[in-house]
T-cell receptor
């Protein structure tokens, strides 16, 4: 039973560029959430997708956008990259969009912006 | 708005000693509480959760936590730690809407 998979594992981009990160949820899960984890901090909620719609959003600018596909996989897009966007980006899936369901995390994508 | 405060950023402890990692939360509604563990270069894994019912919950690897509504706390405990417990531990709170809020983590270092 495959867990949450994310690609790529590492990425180096230049300031101003755009990046797309990908996530496949755990089998049987239909809800995908994205988190940003800066060094030494806890994960910060970016947004959550359910039934191909963005259902909730954290305090992140519009440069951060996403998409969920019919097979429940998801993408996170970041435009006009800033140095401060350097972080570990975590995808988490759950069996429902409610807070009762624990999150299942992928190993993350390490984004470095130079 | 909900928030989580992990009171200790680093906890060093000797092998086979007991440990407690402290977590306080704030929320205006009923919440669900979780502890996750993160090993180096990995994502987070669920240790245990409190949804309702008994305030003492048991998780994997011998960890347990107690929900204290009056003190808005959810401290994590283990009676005897192993070297392999060395990791980053995160307390998280969520509401019915689904968004989870995490603390900044506690680094547990178990020394031989």
């Amino acid at each position: 039973d495959a867990g949450v998979t994310q690609s790529p594992t590492h990425l180096i981009k230049t300031r101003g560029q755009q990046v797309t990160l990908r996530c496949s949820p755990k089998s049987g899960h239909d809800t995908v959430s994205w988190y940003q984890q800066a060094l030494g901090q806890g994960p910060q909620f970016i947004f959550q997708y359910y039934e191909e719609e963005e259902r909730q959003r954290g305090n992140f600018p519009d440069r951060f956008s996403g998409h969920q596909f019919p097979n429940y996989s998801s993408e996170l897009n970041v435009n006009a990259l800033l140095l401060g966007d350097s972080a570990l980006y975590l995808c988490a899936s759950s069996g429902s969009g409610t807070g009762r369901s624990p999150l299942h995390f992928g190993n993350g994508t390490r984004l470095t912006v130079t | 708005a909900q928030s989580v405060t992990q009171l200790d950023s680093q906890v060093p402890v000797f092998e086979e000693a007991p440990v407690e990692l402290r977590c306080n939360y704030s929320s205006s509604v009923s919440v669900y509480l979780f502890w996750y563990v993160q090993y180096p270069n990995q994502g987070l894994q669920l240790l245990l959760k409190y949804l309702s019912g008994s305030t003492l919950v048991k998780g994997i690897n011998g960890f347990e936590a107690e929900f204290n509504k009056s003190q808005t706390s959810f401290h994590l405990r283990k009676p005897s730690v192993h070297i392999s417990d060395t990791a980053e531990y995160f307390c998280a709170v969520s509401e019915d809407a689904g968004k989870s809020t995490f603390g900044d983590g506690t680094t547990l270092t178990v020394k031989p």
